[in-house]
């Protein structure tokens, strides 16, 4: 009999990075043979799958009521507790895997969980048991004031630049500690190597701690997999949010001086100002958001793509499906971007260093790629099918 997993994401649909991972999980394990249900907020946006429990509905926006609803699914009421038990009761899963579950669901299922006899297993996609804003950022660097004393997201107003959400980041971070929370993991996945060690810094158990990476989902997988011996067109290429802390701005600045033509896919808040102060550099072009097999496609016909995140990346499926498209990576020296870039693959530079990401550009447009090569190579470390076997260990 198979064994019986229970997926938790606050959102079911592909959001993000923790989302796209989550969703991912749930194909690469039935495919395996894993019985696996969802449990999630319901949400309008969410993919129907027939086997999926809800919490309901909560919004940080909208009437003083709605707020105080969200406070309190924060904290751990608002019917999440008795939803969670209900999945519980009705699937009766061997393994539950947290992924996204902060403020719109709560850390208290994940004791639930533990008390109703489960293996709990939760996959780190951000900083959130380490930094109570999640993103180990201030004033647009990296910081880490909140690993010693939480309080300082209150001094700082780190939560929407606002008071009211950070004293509840703070409460929530002071209800879910690290010992309550550690209590109830058996294992905690960590996606590289830079998060395990800032939660060591934290002083989480080594022995929970797991390094296992992300994965390309089986669908883009299939689809990187067929475009690698695609001619390269004398472009290179940033795919990603268009943010302060991604470092977008750093790279136009040092586009504008060289020859070679950037396209810029993805959209943010940064988009219009950005296009408004760039777009008339004829080497550098907007393509706005583009769909997955979009993406594949710019992937394939690149010479490189260039990361250049000012903040702590953790492992950025943007890097790995690049590498798995077999075009290199020119990324910045920070968080877990470096430990994707070997000497076949790309060159890293200091985040934030124009100077040393110009030199890396013209390098990587000077370099002569085994394309296939590394095609090869990132499609076997970052399969499904690799990530699952890992997993199988931890769900022992």
Not at 162 to 180: G, Q, T
Not at 290 to 297: C, L
Not at 315 to 344: F, H, K, Q, W, Y
């Amino acid at each position: 009999m198979s064994k019986k997993v229970l997926i938790v994401n606050k959102f079911y649909y592909n959001r993000g990075g923790a989302e796209v991972v989550a969703i991912a999980m749930c194909e690469a394990l039935r495919a395996k043979g894993y019985s696996v249900a969802i449990f999630t907020m319901d949400y309008d946006d969410n993919f129907s799958d027939d086997n999926c429990y809800v919490a309901p509905k909560v919004s940080f926006q909208g009437t003083f009521a709605e707020k105080l609803q969200f406070a309190k699914r924060t904290l751990g009421g608002s019917g999440v507790k008795k939803a969670f038990r209900n999945a519980l009761e009705e699937f009766k899963p061997d393994v539950v895997h947290f992924h996204n579950i902060h403020s719109y669901l709560s850390p208290v299922i994940v004791k639930l969980a533990k008390e109703f006899g489960c293996r709990v297993v939760w996959t780190l996609h951000d900083y959130k048991l380490l930094c109570p804003s999640y993103a180990c950022l201030r004033n647009d660097a990296p910081c880490e004031l909140c690993f010693e004393d939480k309080s300082n997201v209150v001094k700082m107003r780190c939560m929407k630049k606002s008071l009211a959400p950070s004293i509840l980041a703070y409460v929530e971070a002071k209800i879910w500690n690290r010992d309550w929370i550690q209590q109830y993991v058996d294992a905690f996945v960590c996606p590289s190597t830079f998060i395990a060690n800032k939660m060591l810094q934290g002083g989480f158990d080594k022995s929970k701690l797991h390094v296992i990476c992300n994965f390309v989902d089986p669908a883009k997988y299939k689809i990187l997999n067929g475009m690698t011996q695609r001619a390269r067109e004398d472009v290179y290429l940033y795919v990603g949010r268009l943010s302060q802390e991604k470092g977008i701005r750093t790279l136009l600045e040092v586009a504008k001086q060289l020859s070679y033509k950037l396209i810029v896919a993805g959209g943010g808040p940064l988009l219009s100002e950005l296009k408004s102060k760039y777009e008339s550099y004829n080497q550098i072009c907007f393509l706005g958001v583009q769909t997955a097999e979009e993406v594949s496609h710019l992937l394939s016909s690149a010479r490189f793509t260039v990361v250049p995140s000012e903040c702590y990346e953790n492992n950025p499926l943007s890097l790995i499906e690049s590498l798995c498209a077999g075009t290199p990576v020119v990324g910045a020296r920070i968080g877990g971007i470096p430990e994707l870039i070997g000497d076949e693959s790309g060159y890293v530079y200091e985040s934030g260093n124009k100077e040393e990401l110009l030199v890396a550009i013209n390098k990587a447009f000077t370099t002569q790629w085994d394309n296939e090569g590394l095609a090869k190579t990132a499609l076997h470390r970052f399969s499904a099918d690799q990530h699952v076997a890992l997993l199988g260990e931890l769900y022992k």
